[in-house]
């Protein structure tokens, strides 16, 4: 396939922007199948709000038994069938004591 340079619109800015023969080769050699929505300027800033912004998700708090004392806690994570879930006191003795990967 023969690549040739070809000038995209901005969904952000709406600036027009060249997606380059290296760019769609790139592209190709990937297999990503969608071509660039955003120019280079807005692409940025939006990775550096992605990046900069954790606090902005929620966070899931999910109610769970411990696995080694039985006591009703709550972990940051949704609990997976078959492997066990601890409260703060059970993993912080079993991560001193080395019991177990995590």
Do not use: Y
């Not at 901005?10 to 380059?20: A, K, L, S």
């Not at 806690?73 to 609990?79: D, E, H, Q, Y």
């Amino acid at each position: 396939m023969e690549f040739q340079d070809r000038v995209l619109k901005c969904v952000d800015c709406g600036t027009e922007f060249v997606w380059t023969v290296g760019e769609q080769q790139f592209f190709a050699d990937k297999n990503f199948k969608n071509e660039p929505k955003r120019c280079r300027s807005c692409k940025g800033k939006q990775s550096t709000r992605s990046a900069g912004a954790p606090a902005s998700r929620e966070r899931i708090e999910t109610s769970a038994l411990c696995s080694n004392c039985g006591r009703e806690t709550t972990v940051p994570f949704k609990p997976t069938q078959g492997r066990p879930v601890f409260c703060k006191e059970c993993f912080q003795a079993r991560r001193s004591s080395g019991g177990g990967s995590f």
